[in-house]
């Protein structure tokens, strides 16, 4: 039987929390899916630039100019798409304190990632699955889609909720905490392998799969591209990227989504002009 001061303490922390949930909900752009994020993206944005620089140092940059060059045009158009199109909502709040890069580093493995705040990696291995600026459109597209749906915060989120409860919350709304650092590295899979991106959830997938299209095809970039580059993906032999074709969805599932969406998508399309 629970005592007076316990049921008091019980009803205080549901209030808490329910104001909490409250306050952090927010919708993600394009989809207008209700999500719950709880830490300050700004916090985040600073951890992200501090990962992001260890990785940089800990990594060889691309020498190949001509693919290096195409990663940061591509990369800028798609960031500008992502301007453009958050500013026509009154959303470009969204993107504030972003500082966007575009690297092309040196790895066999084929993968890509965005963290919060704009910072963007393309590994050499995703090249031969890409072909072209179009197909690295999908990669970078699809990227920055999850940082710009703050899919790691609405993670990181429900991690901190789940498994460390108020005091972590607690300690999470501290500037500068232990706590919170610990708990980026688990759910962006940074520190002993920097960079190495764990898998999202199938939702944030196919939400990013989404955005990236709409963002790829307000940049210029055919969308319907994206189909084929998945086709070339699912073909890959050997273990699969572990961000890019985790197994939520499966490359069948993830292709079939991605027709359904194009006649939407295809209607911000504009083809870049030669």
Known sequence: MFSKTSL?????????????????????????????????ESELVAMSLTSYDEFITAHKISTQKEQSAMVKKVGNDIANAVISYLKSHNNEKLIEGYQWEYNLVEDNEPNAWCMPGGKIVVYTGILPYTKDANGLAVVMG??????????????????????????????????????????????????????????????????????????????????????????????????????????????????????EFMPEVLKYYKPIKP
């Open 142 to 259: 699809h990227e920055v889609a999850h940082a710009v749906a703050r899919h790691g915060n609405e993670r990181m989120s429900h991690q901190v909720v789940m498994q460390y409860g108020s005091a972590a919350l607690s300690s999470f709304l501290s500037e500068k905490s232990e706590t919170t650092q610990a708990i980026y590295q688990q759910a962006f899979g940074l520190g002993a392998q920097l960079g190495v991106m764990l898998p999202y959830s199938r939702l944030h997938e196919t939400e990013a799969d989404k955005m990236g299209l709409i963002f790829m095809a307000i940049a210029g970039y055919n969308p319907e591209s994206a189909i084929e580059f998945w086709q070339r993906m699912s073909t890959n032999g050997g273990q699969k990227p572990l961000e890019l074709m985790s197994t939520h969805p499966s490359d069948d599932y993830r292709i079939q989504t991605l027709k």
């Open 8 to 40: 008091n303490l019980s009803i205080y922390i549901f209030l808490f929390f329910s104001f909490i949930l409250l306050e952090s909900c927010h919708k993600v752009p394009v989809t207008n899916r209700k999500q719950v994020v709880l830490l300050p």
